[in-house]
């Protein structure tokens, strides 16, 4: 909340309040003003009025007049409070996130693993968007959309909690997440259309290739930021074996770079490796960064009169000066 006054010039007629105070201590209340005469038989009756009364309570009227002169005085220079609001002006962006879920997302090279890694780095990156709409596709084998475009966050939050390896026919069918990616972005009309690919290996299933998708993204002006998640060399990968139950495996880290490189550039995104936990988040904040929301902001304020405030204060406060001169302080002539 903001105050301002908006003819602050015046209270300069403040000056008054101390010149009619001196004037009244010089001439009032020494007794320096010439004052009218009253002849009585006997001055002990007014003497007793006079102590008890107007000479005990007799400066307080002047003190009410004072302060109703100063808070009119207030009142003129009119009081104000206002708000303070801001108008957004954004461009936002649209982003889908095409997240792997084929078996080898539960390697255990990132912790706890490949997949819930990836679900929490990709659900903070989610939060910490403002203005752009977000969409979410899931692939393995196959590719499914699991949110379209919304500004509904926690939504697409809660859908990335929900995801688990084994809901997708298993298989890396990357290029079809791609495709099934730049569909959700064909009729968007954002200043900037991205889409995250989160992937541990290379393309086995589907009927695109990831280099056929990424030419459809440069066709309709989409941005692709490819991560490859997993250590080098080997990771360890539970397996589970219907005889002897679950079990672990060492297997063979196998990401094609030079295809998610090449995907990449075609659209004039980039290439990043994550090989573990730390590595994975700085790349989002990375991509955060690189993708951000020009925001123009128009502040403003909107202010509302107070003058009634005083004004009423100072109305009451002389009214009870003369009903108060006319009762219990009135005073002999």
Same mark, same amino acid.
Request: charged share 25%; no cysteine; glycine share 8%.
């Given at each position: 909340?903001?105050?301002?006054?908006?003819?602050?010039?015046?209270?300069?007629?403040?000056?008054?309040? &101390? !010149?009619?105070?001196?004037?009244? /201590? %010089?001439?009032?209340?020494? =007794?320096?003003?010439?004052? +009218?005469?009253?002849?009585?038989?006997?001055?002990?009756?007014?003497?007793?009025?006079?102590?008890?009364?107007?000479?005990?309570?007799?400066?307080?009227?002047?003190?009410?007049?004072?302060?109703?002169?100063?808070?009119?005085?207030?009142?003129?220079?009119?009081?104000?409070?206002?708000?303070?609001?801001?108008?957004?002006?954004?461009?936002?962006?649209?982003?889908?996130?095409?997240?792997?879920?084929?078996?080898?997302?539960?390697?255990?090279?990132?912790?706890?693993?490949?997949?819930?890694?990836?679900?929490?780095?990709?659900?903070?990156?989610?939060?910490?968007?403002?203005?752009?709409?977000?969409?979410?596709?899931?692939?393995?084998?196959?590719?499914?959309?699991?949110? &379209? !475009?919304?500004?509904?966050?926690? /939504? %697409?939050?809660?859908?990335? =909690?929900?995801?688990?390896? +084994?809901?997708?026919?298993?298989?890396?069918?990357?290029?079809?997440?791609?495709?099934?990616?730049?569909?959700?972005?064909?009729?968007?009309?954002?200043?900037?259309?991205?889409?995250?690919?989160?992937t541990d290996g290379r393309n086995n299933r589907g009927e695109i290739d990831p280099v056929t998708a990424a030419q459809m993204a440069q066709a309709l002006d989409v941005r692709i930021y490819a991560i490859g998640a997993g250590t080098q060399g080997t990771a360890r990968v539970p397996v589970d074996d219907p005889v002897f139950g679950r079990r672990y495996a060492q297997m063979q880290v196998d990401i094609d770079?030079?295809?998610?490189?090449?995907?990449?550039?075609?659209?004039?995104?980039?290439?990043?490796?994550?090989?573990?936990?730390?590595?994975?988040?700085?790349?989002?904040?990375?991509?955060?960064?690189?993708?951000?929301?020009?925001?123009?902001?128009?502040?403003?304020?909107?202010?509302?009169?107070?003058?009634?405030?005083?004004?009423?204060?100072?109305?009451?406060?002389?009214?009870?000066?003369?009903?108060?001169?006319?009762?219990?302080?009135?005073?002999?002539?």
């Amino acid at each position: 909340m903001i105050y301002r006054f908006a003819d602050p010039a015046y209270f300069l007629l403040l000056a008054i309040v &101390p !010149l009619i105070a001196y004037w009244y /201590v %010089v001439f009032v209340v020494r =007794g320096r003003r010439p004052a +009218g005469s009253l002849r009585y038989s006997s001055l002990a009756v007014i003497k007793r009025a006079d102590r008890r009364r107007s000479g005990r309570y007799r400066h307080i009227l002047f003190g009410l007049r004072a302060l109703a002169l100063t808070a009119l005085i207030v009142a003129f220079a009119r009081p104000q409070s206002g708000v303070t609001a801001e108008s957004v002006t954004t461009e936002g962006i649209d982003i889908v996130l095409a997240l792997d879920l084929s078996s080898s997302m539960l390697a255990e090279d990132l912790e706890p693993n490949r997949i819930e890694a990836a679900k929490q780095v990709a659900a903070d990156f989610v939060q910490g968007r403002r203005n752009d709409r977000i969409g979410l596709v899931v692939f393995a084998g196959d590719a499914f959309t699991q949110a &379209p !475009l919304t500004l509904d966050y926690g /939504v %697409v939050t809660t859908l990335i =909690g929900e995801l688990e390896v +084994g809901i997708i026919e298993d298989g890396t069918a990357i290029g079809m997440g791609l495709a099934t990616a730049v569909k959700r972005l064909q009729a968007s009309a954002a200043e900037s259309k991205v889409i995250v690919l989160l992937t541990d290996g290379r393309n086995n299933r589907g009927e695109i290739d990831p280099v056929t998708a990424a030419q459809m993204a440069q066709a309709l002006d989409v941005r692709i930021y490819a991560i490859g998640a997993g250590t080098q060399g080997t990771a360890r990968v539970p397996v589970d074996d219907p005889v002897f139950g679950r079990r672990y495996a060492q297997m063979q880290v196998d990401i094609d770079e030079p295809t998610l490189q090449e995907t990449a550039a075609l659209t004039g995104g980039r290439y990043f490796r994550a090989t573990n936990r730390e590595s994975l988040a700085r790349i989002y904040e990375e991509i955060d960064a690189l993708e951000t929301t020009e925001i123009e902001l128009e502040q403003f304020t909107r202010y509302g009169e107070l003058f009634h405030v005083p004004l009423l204060f100072g109305l009451g406060v002389l009214l009870l000066e003369v009903g108060l001169g006319r009762t219990a302080l009135r005073k002999i002539p």
